[in-house]
């Protein structure tokens, strides 16, 4: 297995830089009201992955949890491209939290530039948000949600 783990993530980072182009395509293409939107449940869906048992698998079935990568980011990515913008934003939230911790603390060094562009993505976010708010209140402002 040690011999075909370097394939599979070298294929799991291809497939989130595909997948990434998209979903930052269509953050770019919202209004500024649903970026500000967006922001709030991206951060409200990286907290709740976090408080999970593990935040990489978080939208993952129970019953699957043993695949080497989760089914959020698919769940998500899915659902970013619905024609509901709710859904869409949602999704969107989704793939970002489910990728934010799957690449946070990988020890493959392919998977860290990936890493890399959501944190960009994230602070593009929260900037957006935090043009009329400090850093505390985007935090806050989740907390309650």
Known sequence: MQILTPFFVMMRARQLGRQFRDIERSIRALPRRS?????????????????????????????????????????GYERASSNNSEVALRGIALWLAVVYHETKNSPHASLQPQHRQVMQLLRELKEVHGSGHTVESWMNDTAAA
């Open 35 to 75: 970026r500000e939107r967006l922001s709030l449940l991206a951060l409200r869906e990286i907290g709740q992955a976090s408080r999970s048992d593990f935040p990489h698998l978080y939208g993952t079935a129970p019953e699957t949890r043993f695949l080497p990568w989760g089914q959020g980011t698919d769940a």
